[in-house]
C-alpha cells in the first residue's frame, strides 16, 4: 500500500513538471492590430513548408540542399481575434538574431476575417545554428530565445 502511494505522488510529481514545461513552452502573447499573438514552438529543418497564413491552397515547400550552410527555423504562432480585430492588410512577419540580424519570410497572410483562432507555422532561412532571438510583426515582438536552440 505505501509504495502504490509512493508511486501515485512521483506520478503526480512528473505530471506536473510536464505541465510547467508545457506552460513555459509557449510564449506570453502579444497584441498587433487586434489579434492576440505568442508563439507555441521553434524547430529548425531542411524541408519545410512555405504555405502562407492561414493555410490555404499554397502548397509550395523550402528546400536547403545538401552542404549548404543555411538551415529553416520555423516558428509556430497561434493567434486570437479580439473583439479589436480589423479585417486588413497585415506585414509580414521577420525574425531577429541574437547578432541584431533580421530575417524575412517568403510567406504571408491571406485573408483572416472569417477566423477567431488560427495557427501557422513561419519559416525563416538563417546560417545554420545561428541564435534567434525575436519574432516581430510590426510593433509586436515576442522574445523565442530560449525557443530557439
Known amino acids: 500500500m505505501a509504495r502504490s502511494r509512493v508511486t501515485a505522488a512521483g506520478?503526480?510529481?512528473?505530471m506536473l513538471v510536464l505541465a510547467g514545461a508545457a506552460a513555459l513552452a509557449q510564449s506570453a502573447p502579444a497584441i498587433y492590430k487586434g489579434l492576440e499573438v505568442s508563439v507555441s514552438g521553434v524547430s529548425r529543418a531542411t524541408n519545410v513548408s512555405?504555405?502562407?497564413c492561414p493555410p490555404g491552397a499554397n502548397i509550395v515547400r523550402g528546400v536547403i540542399r545538401p552542404g549548404d550552410v543555411n538551415e529553416?527555423?520555423?516558428v509556430t504562432v497561434d493567434f486570437k481575434a479580439t473583439p479589436?480585430?480589423?479585417p486588413g492588410p497585415l506585414a509580414k512577419p521577420t525574425l531577429t538574431g541574437a547578432d541584431g540580424k533580421v530575417y524575412n519570410t517568403?510567406?504571408?497572410f491571406a485573408e483572416v476575417a472569417g477566423q477567431a483562432m488560427f495557427q501557422c507555422t513561419f519559416s525563416f532561412r538563417v546560417p545554420k545554428g545561428a541564435a534567434v532571438k525575436t519574432f516581430s510583426l510590426e510593433t509586436a515582438a515576442i522574445d523565442v530565445s530560449?525557443?530557439?536552440k
Not at 506520478?11 to 512528473?14: G, Y
Request: proline share 0%; glycine share 6%.
Open 11 to 14: 506520478l503526480s510529481l512528473s
Open 50 to 52: 512555405l504555405t502562407d
Open 72 to 74: 529553416f527555423v520555423s
Open 84 to 86: 479589436a480585430f480589423t
Open 106 to 108: 517568403a510567406q504571408s
Open 146 to 148: 530560449a525557443m530557439g
